[in-house]
């Protein structure tokens, strides 16, 4: 059945008032699962109830008995989720005291995903894709170790974490203590990473960073989808794309103006299950129809911290 249930998944607090759709059809708004309920929900960003409520006054007509109760469950887990998030956690340091917003995040090359992971986990995002996840990872956790209030450093966690996935055997479990205990070479080139977006340098600074270790980005093959217009389509889409044998960079909220991207996570298919590493969360392993699962969550996640219009899959060769 042919839905149009989410319309405004990733939209920018600028472009939406509190609880504007984003289209001003008369199409009904239908919902066949909490999951779709709950990402719709997590783009509409209401800041209380009363908008909510308004809001769902508007959708009258629109709405059948059954999407009104998910959406009415969405929003009742959501509201009681803890409600501290703020976008890339920005620390006082005098590199990051003129950032105001999630646009300046992305200028600076800085990671501007929320990483508290247990708002993550119980923010509104349901339970079903916390169970493919086989190995935690917290990157936030990982680099306060060394260096206090660090702002994230997904772009090269997640590179790191091809070129192990892609050179050895092992178990998630193995690849995420590999990674920390690498922590302290990943924040000297977060530093140099965050150094190119001032350098002006012909080359995107994401793809520059990823290939000296290794990554060599096919920007001629990247599928940009959108996530706004026809949900299960960009379900669809992304399934494809990731379960394709190889390895891609999945860029969330990618801002061409800025050669930048909100946030960064990685995968890795060798044709019959797909392993996922998110820099805030851990390594996941998925069939093909579990992949729509993961990636519906971590499109609402990080649409609480900035616009995510686009998720950019991008093949790399890992050298």
């Not at 190995?135 to 192990?164: K, R």
């Not at 949900?231 to 992304?238: I, K």
Request: proline letters at 5%; aromatic letters at 6%.
């Amino acid at each position: 059945m042919e839905t149009n249930s989410i319309r405004a998944i990733g939209m920018s607090p600028q472009s939406l008032q509190p609880g504007q759709d984003t289209r001003a059809s008369k199409d009904a708004l239908r919902f066949t699962t909490f999951d779709e309920a709950r990402t719709w929900l997590a783009s509409q960003r209401f800041s209380n109830r009363d908008q909510f409520r308004s809001h769902m006054d508007t959708l009258h007509d629109r709405l059948d008995s059954s999407s009104r109760k998910l959406l009415e469950q969405a929003f009742t887990q959501h509201s009681s989720a803890p409600k501290t998030m703020t976008p890339g956690r920005l620390p006082p340091q005098q590199l990051y005291s003129g950032l105001k917003n999630w646009q300046s995040v992305l200028m600076h090359g800085l990671c501007a995903s929320s990483s508290n992971r247990e708002e993550q986990i119980s923010g509104g995002v349901g339970t079903g894709w916390s169970a493919l996840r086989v190995a935690d990872f917290d990157q936030i956790g990982e680099l306060e170790e060394h260096e206090p209030e660090h702002p994230g450093a997904c772009v090269i966690y997640s590179a790191l974490w091809l070129n192990d996935v892609n050179s050895r055997d092992g178990s998630a479990g193995n690849r995420m203590h590999r990674l920390a205990d690498r922590t302290p070479e990943v924040i000297d080139l977060q530093r140099d990473y965050e150094n190119r977006f001032h350098a002006n340098e012909a080359e995107d600074p994401m793809h520059e960073t990823v290939r000296r270790l290794g990554i060599i980005p096919n920007a001629a093959s990247a599928d940009s989808v959108d996530v706004i217009t026809d949900e299960g389509e960009a379900m669809q889409r992304l399934s494809e794309s990731l379960f394709d044998r190889g390895s891609k960079l999945i860029l969330f909220g990618r801002d061409m103006s800025h050669s930048a991207s909100g946030h960064v996570i990685a995968a890795h298919s060798d044709g019959s299950r797909v392993k996922l590493f998110d820099p805030n969360l851990g390594e996941f392993r998925m069939k093909r129809s579990d992949i729509p699962t993961v990636m519906r969550a971590i499109i609402a996640t990080n649409s609480q911290s900035f616009p995510v219009p686009t998720v950019e899959v991008l093949p790399v060769i890992v050298r």
